[in-house]
């Protein structure tokens, strides 16, 4: 069975950091492409982090850019999402998700494209 664990949500400040991770079992970690999503309430989901691991390619949504790093650890086949400078509309559950398909810079963001989800991190960033 797939599986995408993730966890690492949690209360926070603005201004205060978290680091999301996700364990990946049950794919060949190295031939998919791994991403954050988050949804808050009453919003669409937004792809804010992707990173193509056939390319070494990282994608950020401009919501993100320079305040979140997303990277991996493909020894454990996990994924992180390091949230520095965190703002109270970075509060939503966090997403990770996988896709065969390679990533590129048209594609990396549409969220319905991706195979498999984790169940979701609560992040709550208070003002």
């Known amino acids: 069975d797939v599986q995408l664990q993730a966890s690492g949500g949690g209360l926070v400040q603005a201004g205060g950091s978290l680091r999301l991770s996700c364990a990946v079992s049950?794919?060949?970690?190295?031939?998919?492409?791994m991403s954050w999503i988050r949804q808050a309430p009453g919003k669409e989901r937004e792809v804010v982090s992707c990173?193509?691991?056939?390319?070494?390619?990282?994608y950020y949504a401009d919501s993100v850019k320079d305040r979140f790093t997303i990277f991996t650890d493909n020894v454990k086949k996990t994924v992180y999402l390091q949230m520095n400078s965190l703002k109270p509309e970075d509060t939503a559950v966090y997403y990770c998700?996988?896709?065969?398909?390679?990533?590129?810079?048209?594609?990396?963001?549409?969220?319905?494209?991706?195979?498999?989800w984790g169940q979701g991190t609560q992040v709550t960033v208070s003002s």
């Open positions: 049950g794919i060949t970690f190295d031939d998919y492409a």
């Open positions: 998700a996988a896709d065969r398909v390679p990533k590129s810079g048209s594609t990396w963001d549409v969220s319905d494209a991706y195979d498999y």
């Open positions: 990173t193509s691991k056939s390319d070494g390619t990282t």
